[in-house]
């Protein structure tokens, strides 16, 4: 049986060259190892490229990946075009100075004909220009008819593309590509001035000959040994095999479109304007998964960033499609169904996948509906595009540019955080170009920040300390921790910044060690401090860092100098450690407590493990209630109590699995794990240093359970003597509570609530003197009312009263008489409040605002307001008799 799936597919490559002495690899992660310089993995060959500058000894001189990948710069195309996607799988193989172009020539080409079974007479190759050694391999040796193969430069046959003239620099090589043609009756293209192959091929395989390290200078140096690194689109070659033109019609995508078009009631196929969306929603869940699942969770920066806008964009397009409900979160659960017996990783992560989506996606549609209304709005009333420029858009054509788009695109951003390549696809999908330099210009300031707050490049190949140290043939170095607070190293590297140095005297530096007691941070759990002595000098340790393997001390000099060589003395700050320790365990138990008191969808989405306290982070719905806590603290104490030994040991990561023991979800975990069994409360696969026993953690209490996000709460939690601290300092707080209430700490409650009830009937006497006052000068003022024309009038003062007393008694004069108008005055400390109400009726006769206006010019002040309300203030007290006249006279009488 030839092999037809996908999952088919991925198993016959990987065991034909298995059979071919290649050892079978996992896939690196997405976020990739140890490898600040790139956003994620891009390729197979990425966690291989110092073996291929002969750096570091591979397990194996041949190996085979299907590789997890994420190529951010398709993003746009994704969905419009039958093979772009932003995460896919690439199948590889590889040699480290073993093999070379023969056989690998041979093998791809092998496996495509023999184990795919695909017809020799519709593949053509291609290659580098000048490489006539491939020519003849693939001619003579393979017996490829000479028309089958054509010769490109740079651009398309060496990889990365360009790279002589524009770099990367690192390894890289010409290659050599071999096509599908869809159109096999045709004639087959010439040689001559052909650019690139016409869109009837499609490459399914690139095998590149990894013979040089491209320098600084640009300069290609020859690599030490010659290597094969071989790359296949598995969703493109799949599509090929079950003769589809599109990688979204194999079976890799089949479920997940069905599924989502039937949600929102449409048909695949029916309308392409709609299969965009529903290609888009399939390519860009799967990779919101893989992301997630590797640790690289929705943010506002860096790789957080990207996952975040490639989920929103997802949800856009479910809007477009009708989905106005959240659904992304049960599209992740078929991508897990499907995908998790390949990545067990997924299943591991499910929950938190689905978590962060709804919390994702219920965040974004907020900012969507008002986002897409401001658009429509605009874009509805935009004129004639004929009078616009156009602009040239890959895959698309000439699109015309609506001229302010850039300047529109900026203010959703800016007024909503619309993203703008939710705007640039909006526009696309009406055909439309967004005006990017407009965009640009506005987007200076901000473009500014966020270049600053990233410090991820792109050089896929910049080199590190750890690249460094790997050329030398520095081993990684040894953990004695477990067992050990105290250990002696040799310094191998001293690192000040980026640079090496060889002594350090003063300041902070890195210590690169041999051997060492110090636990690196991991898994949630700090890195050891403590203090590093050497013959010449001594330092002390703020933080323990590990980068493949080799463990970074970040250390402060205190005296003397330290030099590369030393042999160095590690103490670990015991008392820290053993804090720690008693917060790790106690976290592990907690986990499992959280999962009997609450149910099995609690999973851990993060955690943090301090000397000073544990902070937890789970999927779980709504807020804890006391009794919850109280439920959660007890089950932790009775395990506390029953001081069961903790025990570590090493085995399979496979063998780890299928004992039950719980995989954290964006963890990377080598081949051989630890796990750590309390009893069989708890199992975990976990590298963090514990107590020995449970007895040891002493005292747990939970400080704090709150809501982080969405289906995400945190608790923080505190252990031993802290927890004891904590206690000590309610129990202190209570007691000064009880003396200032002058009563016993038993009596607090009932001493608050007699002092609330006393405080209720305080309220209502103060409520009733005062509006029995209110009354007695209502009914003063009363007697001080005129008649003038039918309506009546009133000015007067009213010592200390303020503003509002006199709004306040002229509203209640107001509502009583249907005709009036009056002023008042109340003097109080050098200020005089002055407040006039005029009744509709009498408006045109006489206005607040003129009164009021009046009053305090002559008082020294000023004021003014509406006809029928008005407000005022004067300084000169000793005037208001004057001013009481002159109102009354302004009034009419
Ligand atoms: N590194 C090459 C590519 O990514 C082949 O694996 O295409």
Redesign the pocket.
């Known amino acids: 049986m030839r092999p037809r799936t996908g999952d088919e597919i991925r198993e016959s490559y990987l065991s034909w060259f298995e059979e071919r002495g290649h050892r079978r690899h996992d896939s690196d992660s997405l976020v990739p190892a140890n490898d600040p310089t790139l956003l994620f993995t ?4 990425n966690q291989f490229k110092d073996y291929f500058r002969g750096k570091g000894t591979p397990p194996c001189a041949r190996m085979t990946t299907a590789q997890k ?1 994420l190529r951010v710069p398709d993003l746009e195309n994704v969905g419009l075009t039958a093979g772009h996607h932003t995460f896919f799988e ?1 199948l ?1 193989n590889f040699s480290f100075g073993d093999y070379f172009k023969k056989e690998c020539c041979e093998w791809v080409l092998g496996w495509f004909t023999e184990a795919l079974g695909l017809p020799r007479d519709r593949l053509v190759v291609t290659i580098y220009q000048d490489d006539d050694e491939a020519y003849e391999i693939w001619r003579d040796h393979l017996d490829v008819a000479a028309e089958r193969i054509y010769r490109f430069g740079d651009k398309e046959n060496f ?2 593309a360009e790279a002589p003239s524009k770099g990367p620099n690192g390894p890289c090589g010409p ?1 050599s590509e071999i096509y599908y043609d869809y159109e096999p009756n045709e004639p087959l293209p010439s040689h001559e001035g052909l650019e690139e192959l016409p869109r009837r091929f499609i490459e399914i395989g ?3 000959f ?1 013979q040089f390290d491209r320098q600084e200078d640009g300069s290609l140096r020859p690599l030490p040994q010659k290597n094969i ?4 689109g598995l969703d493109r070659i799949t599509a090929v095999v079950q003769g589809k033109t599109s990688n979204f019609d194999t079976d890799i995508f089949a479920q997940y479109i069905e599924w989502i078009a039937k949600r929102a009631g449409k048909r695949y196929g029916d309308n392409p304007r709609i299969d965009v969306h529903l290609r888009r929603i399939a390519d860009h869940v799967r990779a919101a998964c893989h992301c997630i699942a590797d640790g690289a969770l929705p943010s506002n920066e860096g790789r957080g960033y990207v996952v975040r806008k490639i989920v929103r964009r997802a949800c856009r397009d479910g809007y477009e499609v009708g989905l106005t409900e959240p659904f992304l979160s049960e599209v992740a659960g078929l991508v897990v169904a499907r995908m998790g017996g390949q990545y067990p990783n997924l299943g591991d992560a499910q929950r938190q996948i689905e978590a962060l989506l709804m919390q994702e996606e219920q965040a974004f549609r907020q900012i969507y509906v008002h986002g897409e209304e401001r658009f429509r709005k605009w874009f509805d009333a935009l004129g004639d595009p004929s009078a616009w420029a156009s602009t040239e858009v890959e895959e698309r054509g000439t699109l015309p540019v609506p001229p302010d788009s850039g300047a529109v695109a900026f203010e959703l951003h800016d007024t909503f955080g619309f993203p703008v390549d939710i705007t640039r696809a909006m526009l696309l999908d009406e055909g439309y170009a967004l005006e990017e330099t407009g965009f640009h210009r506005a987007m200076e300031a901000q473009r500014t920040r966020a270049r600053e707050g990233s410090a991820l490049s792109g050089d896929v190949f910049a080199d590190s300390i750890v690249t460094l140290l790997k050329e030398r043939g520095v081993p990684t170095s040894s953990f004695t921790g477990h067992e050990a607070m105290v250990g002696k190293g040799a310094v191998l590297a001293i690192c000040s910044g980026d640079v090496e140095v060889e002594t350090a005297s003063e300041g902070t530096v890195e210590l690169v060690l041999s051997t060492t007691p110090a636990y690196a941070e991991s898994g949630g759990q700090v890195g050891d401090i403590g203090h590093i002595g050497a013959a010449n000098g001594r330092a002390r340790l703020v933080d323990t860092q590990d980068r493949e393997g080799y463990r970074f001390h970040r250390i402060e000099i205190v005296e003397g100098a330290l030099c590369k060589g030393d042999e160095v003395e590690v103490v670990i700050d015991a008392e820290a450690r053993r804090a720690t320790e008693r917060n790790h365990t106690a976290t592990h138990l907690l986990h499992q407590a959280l999962k009997n008191v609450l149910g099995e969808q609690v999973g851990q989405a993060g955690s943090l493990v301090a000397p000073d306290r544990l902070r937890f982070d789970f999927t779980h719905g709504e807020k804890l209630t006391a009794e919850q806590i109280a439920a959660v603290e007890d089950e932790v104490t009775r395990e506390i109590l029953a001081a069961t030994p903790v025990q570590p040991v090493d085995m399979s990561l496979d063998e780890a699995r299928a004992a039950g023991f719980v995989a954290m979800f964006g963890e990377k975990y080598g081949d051989v794990v630890r796990t750590l069994s309390v009893g069989d409360y708890s199992r975990e696969l976990c590298g963090g240093t514990h107590v020995a026993n449970t007895g040891n953690i002493g005292l747990f209490r939970i400080l704090t359970d709150a809501s982080i996000a969405a289906g995400v709460r945190r608790i923080e939690a505190a252990t031993g003597l802290n927890a004891l601290a904590l206690v000590r300092a309610e129990t202190a707080r209570l007691d000064g509570v009880a003396q200032a209430l002058r009563t016993q700490p038993a009596d607090v409650v009932q001493r608050v609530e007699a002092l609330q009830a006393d405080v209720r009937q305080l309220r209502k006497e103060a409520a009733a003197t005062r509006s029995s006052s209110v009354g007695d000068v209502l009914n003063d003022l009363e007697t001080k009312l005129e008649d003038s024309r039918g309506a009546k009038i009133l000015a007067a003062s009213i010592p200390d009263a303020n503003n509002k007393t006199l709004l306040d008694l002229l509203d209640r004069l107001r509502k009583k008489h249907e005709s009036f108008a009056g002023i008042l005055f109340g003097a109080s400390e050098g200020t005089v409040a002055i407040v006039a109400a005029v009744s509709k009726d009498l408006i045109d006769t006489v206005k607040a605002g003129d009164l009021v206006g009046e009053a305090a010019k002559a008082l020294g002040g000023g004021g003014g307001g509406r006809p029928e309300m008005a407000q005022g203030k004067g300084k000169d007290a000793s005037k208001i008799d004057e001013a009481i006249a002159a109102a009354w006279a302004q009034l009419g009488l």
């Open positions: 891009g390729a197979g060959m990948c690439m590889g990889w990365p290659c690139n095998c590149v990894t690194d071989v790359g296949l």
